[in-house]
């Protein structure tokens, strides 16, 4: 038997590359025509950001925290979980983030989006709109069959980067326990995109990387302010 060191990351990993973009074709087939009920979504996220206010953080909340019930739901527990054991994890990950949030955001109101001033807000911004057309794009652009794209709201990679950018344009840091499990997301789907060989392997943790760093010099500076106000 050999030793536990010897193995890699892909030893562990359940199913081949092209099992995995096979389950994302099916899927996708299933749900059509939701995707584009997605994408009405995604534009609404956009509208909402740009015009800021609490409000419609109520609204964007709501429409996140629906987003990630589904992804936790008809992906990860009615698919995902029948050629990975961990998605039944997952999908509870993804339950409690989608609970989070509309606590948080939706009935608590604790969601405030703030003008697109200041880096971590354009950041923020940035990111949801690669969520809703840089990731479905990327795809193809690797190789991938148009059937096989991930898109935002059914599918959990641009779903959690679209959550990221989101946060990053909140006004206030009331939503920061909100980042814990799309960054553990982050490092776990680019664990198993490595293990797979994959080209993009290194994007969703540089996504939680970005929005981490950013969320981190944005309380800085806040704190900053707080202090000069004191003196």
């Not at 527990?77 to 609970?99: C, D």
């Not at 909140?170 to 490595?194: D, E, N, Q, T, Y």
Request: glycine share 10%; hydrophobic share 60%; aromatic share 10%.
């Amino acid at each position: 038997m050999s030793e536990w060191w010897t193995y890699t990351l892909s030893d562990f990993l359940l199913f081949s590359p092209k099992t995995y973009h096979r389950l994302f074709e099916l899927y996708n087939r299933d749900l059509w025509p939701g995707q584009i009920v997605a994408l009405g979504l995604g534009v609404a996220l956009v509208v909402l950001l740009r015009r800021g206010g609490p409000a419609r953080g109520r609204i964007v909340a709501a429409i996140l925290a629906g987003c990630w019930a589904w992804v936790a739901w008809a992906f990860h527990a009615e698919r995902y979980a029948g050629i990975n054991w961990a998605a039944t994890w997952f999908a509870a990950a993804f339950a409690l983030e989608a609970l989070l949030l509309l606590w948080t955001g939706a009935i608590r109101g604790r969601l405030a989006l703030a003008p697109p001033a200041g880096a971590a807000g354009r950041a923020g911004r940035a990111l949801l709109l690669f969520a809703l057309v840089g990731q479905p794009l990327l795809g193809p652009l690797l190789g991938r069959a148009w059937v096989e794209v991930e898109l935002f709201g059914v599918a959990p990679d641009p779903t959690v980067v679209a959550t990221l950018g989101v946060l990053l344009a909140v006004a206030s840091g009331r939503g920061r326990h909100l980042m814990v499990i799309p960054v553990l997301w982050c490092a776990v789907g680019g664990a198993f995109l490595w293990a797979m060989d994959a080209p993009d392997a290194l994007l969703m943790p540089l996504a939680a990387a970005l929005a981490l760093t950013l969320a981190a010099c944005r309380r800085r500076a806040a704190a900053g302010d707080a202090a000069a106000e004191l003196r």
